[in-house]
């Protein structure tokens, strides 16, 4: 059974690096990554999976959170410095949304995998919420600006080249993800006044 998109995040290992401790005041945006897993069918067990993988010494990368259809698994705390993407590890909250790069718009959007968008979208939402994040998209220019806001690992890659990588796609739906962080953002304000 899937658990509600406001549950907290189920504490998976911790991952192997990090680059340690970081204020709430450095945190500028929410880095969102495709994990290049996934899973269509029955009990998702994709976050999970790439939360062990984070979890070997030899993967030299990390990300606070893993989502899938049906979890969401967390890997490091907020205000732990993750290797996420060179240039934004500092300054960024980093989700691997378990889909690939190389999916169309379409891909993206089947009804089996909506769940797993607006999983990520509540998680993204409640960082926004808590570290004033505004719902924003944030290109390379504004990234090398400081602007805040929502970004990807490509255009991080753009603004600071170091490994090529490119997820989440140009299919990756940024309109519908925006729309539904500002739409979940809107009702955790009116819960929490």
């Known amino acids: 059974m899937p658990t509600p998109i406001t549950a907290d995040c189920t504490q998976g290992p911790w991952a192997a690096h990090d680059s340690g401790p970081r204020k709430a ?5 929410a880095v969102v990554h495709s994990a290049e897993v996934f899973d269509d069918t029955g009990a ?35 205000l732990v ?15 691997e949304i378990c889909g690939r790069a190389g999916w169309t718009r379409a891909q993206w959007l089947t009804l089996a995998r909506r769940p797993m968008l607006d ?13 004033e994040i505004p719902v924003r998209w944030v290109r390379p220019t504004g990234l090398e ?14 603004a600071w080249p170091s490994s090529g990588h490119w997820d989440p796609g140009s299919g990756f739906p940024r309109d519908l993800f925006l729309q539904l962080v500002g739409k979940h953002l809107a009702a955790i304000k009116a819960t929490r006044r």
């Not at 005041?25 to 945006?29: A, F, H, L, V, Y």
């Not at 600006?145 to 753009?158: C, P, Q, W």
């Open 44 to 78: 998702d067990t994709t976050a999970e999976a790439v939360a062990n993988y984070f979890a070997r010494p030899s993967t030299q990368a990390s990300t606070q959170l893993a989502v899938d259809r049906d979890s969401c698994v967390r890997m490091l705390p907020d």
């Open 145 to 158: 600006l400081g602007r805040k806001g929502l970004t990807t690992h490509s255009d991080v890659e753009k």
């Open 119 to 131: 999983r990520a979208a509540y998680k993204t939402a409640m960082w926004c919420y808590r570290y």
């Open 81 to 95: 410095i993750p290797w996420g993407a060179s240039g934004a590890n500092t300054n960024g909250l980093h989700v």
């Open 25 to 29: 005041s450095q945190i500028k945006w």
